[in-house]
């Protein structure tokens, strides 16, 4: 596998794994607010359909339909970065790369220091093995802003890792490990919450991540102990 299809496969990974993100900004823009685009005008009703379907189609990896659906949308409003994000996103997936860097560039002229459209430049430009460097001081640009971003860090670590300089790499990743162990909680607690409530299959999936990380002995152990009393019931 070669480094373009590694990046490419790794972000994929990482990608489904964040749920919780999407239903952050599913709720903030339920709320009529915008994760990225400060005080601008809520969508009106059909605006809010069609990007909700455009959201549903994408995690289905229905990429085509997903572009189809956010069209109109972005006509009518050039200015929900929202949407020009998930545009990017979409056009990176199906490696339409420079499309993709053109969109989160018209993002990042609104917003210059929004991170999500930072990340996601930074892992579209370090698809060319050429452009390392240029994609690192994207991640470095969000951790000079949010010192605890582990993705920041992860992707900054394979930028190094990609141009050789392993030590500095090494830094990354372990920095990127040990903010990991707060995710772990996150989970855990998660999981915890939804059992409570009587939510046993999605509390199994908070869980299976809190075993998959593996941070914390203990935090694997309790979640193994909810996952044997879920088969005993």
């Known amino acids: 596998m070669n480094r373009k299809h590694s990046f490419l496969l790794t972000a994929a990974r990482r990608e489904t794994g964040r749920t919780l993100l999407f239903a952050v900004l599913l709720v903030t823009t339920l709320a009529g607010g915008s994760a990225c685009s400060g005080e601008r005008a809520p969508l009106d009703e059909t605006q809010l359909k069609q990007f909700t379907e455009a959201q549903t189609l994408y995690r289905n990896k229905k990429f085509d339909d997903a572009l189809a659906r956010l069209k109109k949308l972005r006509e009518a409003r050039p200015d929900y970065l929202e949407a020009a994000s998930l545009e990017a996103r979409i056009l990176f997936f199906t490696k339409r790369f420079d499309e993709s860097e053109a969109v989160l560039n018209e993002v990042l002229a609104d917003d ?17 093995p050429e452009r390392q460097p240029e994609a690192a001081e994207h991640f470095r640009a969000i951790i000079t802003r949010d010192p605890e971003n582990y993705m920041a860090r992860y992707y900054l670590g394979r930028c ?4 050789n300089k392993i030590r500095p790499a090494l830094l990354e990743y372990q920095a990127a490990l040990a903010m990991e162990y707060q ?25 299976d991540r809190v075993r998959a990380l593996g941070v914390s002995a203990n935090d694997v152990d309790f979640a193994n102990r909810e996952a044997q009393k879920a088969a005993d019931n």
């Open 112 to 128: 210059p220091h929004n991170p999500h459209a930072l990340m996601w430049l930074g892992k579209t430009i370090a698809v060319n």
């Open 183 to 207: 995710v772990s909680k996150i989970h855990l607690h998660m999981g915890r919450l939804l059992s409570g409530i009587q939510m046993q299959d999605r509390a199994q999936k908070h869980f």
């Open 160 to 163: 190094l890792e990609a141009q």
